[in-house]
């Protein structure tokens, strides 16, 4: 199995507006090179440690994507790194963001879309609630850019379409009513390697893909 050819094969699948985000998390520097090779430069990772040490000896141009849950005493380094923080699920985390940034970050917040309770995220009420309490708009160093979602995991396409359709309604409703002046909200995260094109048609401007990708992970 190439890892260009299941490049190729998912970038015939996206359309050009939806940024492919190579999710490497657990995958040797050596799968990485040969996805940047293939022309990839958004990657994904979810842990902290794991994080740096791969951005130390990749090429500088990659831009790294934190997908996983980020801890507070943890910020700081992961921002000395990070493009784009995808999975902010509290505004205490984003308060921790914007005090431990020396300038602007860029983040998605993310929603509990899925059935199961074992995943992270605002609920839409929480969220609602959150951007209806105006804190967020004084803190200096975070630029809230769009929202983030995982569906459940099921085989089951009609609730995974339910879901992404919701969290679309969601962010078109949040664009218009909070960032209609704000050009930077602009991207919605969804879609893995099970369900993209559900994603895809739902709206998604960023897609996650790791196993279809890379293989399957060794967790070691
Ligand atoms: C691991 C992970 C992915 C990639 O999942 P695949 O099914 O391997 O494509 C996407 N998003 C998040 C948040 C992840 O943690």
Redesign the pocket.
């Known amino acids: 199995m190439s890892i260009s050819r299941n490049i190729a094969r998912i970038r015939q699948d996206i359309p050009p507006h939806v940024t492919l985000l190579c999710?490497s998390?657990f995958h040797t520097e050596e799968a990485i090179r040969e996805a940047y090779q293939a022309g990839e430069r958004n990657f994904?990772e979810?842990r902290v440690q794991e994080l740096l040490r791969k951005a130390e000896t990749l090429p500088k141009d990659i831009r790294w994507h934190f997908?996983?849950h980020l801890q507070t005493n943890k910020v700081k380094q992961a921002l000395s790194v990070v493009s784009l923080i995808?999975?902010i699920d509290s505004f205490r985390l984003l308060e921790a963001v914007s005090r431990g940034a020396i300038r602007p970050v860029d983040v998605l917040l993310e929603v509990h879309i899925a059935q199961e309770e074992s995943k992270q995220g605002f609920s839409a009420q929480e969220l609602e609630d959150m951007l209806e309490a105006g804190l967020w708009k004084r803190l200096p160093n975070v630029r809230i850019c769009g929202l983030?979602g995982?569906a459940s995991l099921t085989e089951d396409t009609a609730q995974i379409d339910r879901e992404f359709g919701a969290l679309q309604a969601l962010y078109e409703r949040i664009k218009a009513h909070y960032f209609a002046d704000a050009p930077y909200f602009n991207t919605l995260s969804m879609g893995?390697?099970?369900d993209y094109r559900i994603a895809i048609r739902h709206g998604s401007t960023l897609v996650?893909?790791?196993?279809?990708?890379f293989g399957e992970?060794n967790y070691e």
Not at 208 to 213: D, E
């Open positions: 999710v998390k994904g979810s997908i996983g995808h999975g983030m995982m893995m390697s099970g996650r893909i790791g196993t279809s990708i992970r």
